[in-house]
């Protein structure tokens, strides 16, 4: 059972246009959602996050947008860069039990080629 | 300022083997998740310990595989009696008391290989 889905297992996008990476998620229960970065043979590393009581949030070049309604947010990345080039995770969690347990998509691989 | 260590990097064992990976969390943080990426899949959680105790272990296997996080020292996680099917990127994380998922951090992954 996916409770995190990412339907997309690849994108390839043009440096300086905008990448769009979508997930899903099926868990009613998740308030706090996250997008991970992850080069090859290294740890996930954390890009940007979003409570369940907002529906945007922006850091720099990375926006994610969470529409609870339809259980589903995305990463939003402009303009995109060459080093941006790598599989992100979607997650989520369920921060009511007082601590967290990730539940991740299985990722989408992002190529931007130069 | 170092980071969540794992090591090894690189485990081979043989089947029926054991495997021992260790993990020490970020200065500071008293939390520490396991978690495993099989080929073509995403991370699944496995464990949640504090110092000396399992909070949560209803990602782990039920049989052969244990993890414990003592007053001292590194995190371990150990897979006894291995399979094939146990070949995949174990990745620990640790979190400070009382954070929010992004606080915590991943290290670079345990790549166990088993033949």
């Known amino acids: 059972d996916q409770q995190v889905k990412q339907n997309s297992p690849s994108l390839s996008v043009q440096e300086g246009r905008i990448s769009i990476l979508n997930c899903d998620y099926t868990n009613s229960m998740f308030d706090y959602f996250l997008w991970y970065k992850k080069y090859p043979a290294e740890g996930p590393t954390f890009l940007i996050s979003?409570?369940?009581?907002?529906d945007k949030n922006e850091d720099g070049r990375f926006t994610v947008f969470l529409n609870k309604s339809a259980k589903h947010l995305s990463l939003h990345i402009v303009p995109s860069q060459p080093g941006d080039s790598a599989v992100y995770f979607c997650?989520?969690?369920?921060?009511?039990?007082?601590?967290?347990?990730?539940?991740f998509g299985i990722g989408t691989k992002l190529q931007v080629i130069p | 300022n170092a980071g969540v260590m794992q090591n090894p990097r690189h485990l081979v064992r043989r089947r029926g083997q054991e495997a021992r990976l260790r993990c020490s969390p970020m200065?500071?943080?008293?939390?520490v998740y396991w978690y495993r990426q099989l080929p073509e899949e995403g991370l699944k959680f496995m464990v949640y310990?504090?110092?000396?105790?399992?909070?949560?272990e209803s990602g782990m296997p039920k049989e052969r595989f244990s993890a414990e996080f003592p007053k001292e020292g590194p995190s371990i996680l150990r897979i006894q009696q291995v399979v094939r099917g146990d070949s995949a990127a174990y990745f620990c994380a640790s979190s400070p008391i009382l954070s929010l998922p992004s606080e915590a951090f991943f290290g670079q992954g345990t790549r166990l290989t088993v033949v």
């Open positions: 997650a989520a969690s369920d921060t009511t039990g007082g601590y967290q347990k990730v539940t």
């Open positions: 979003i409570s369940s009581i907002k």
């Open positions: 310990l504090q110092k000396e105790n399992i909070i949560d």
């Open positions: 200065k500071g943080h008293s939390h």
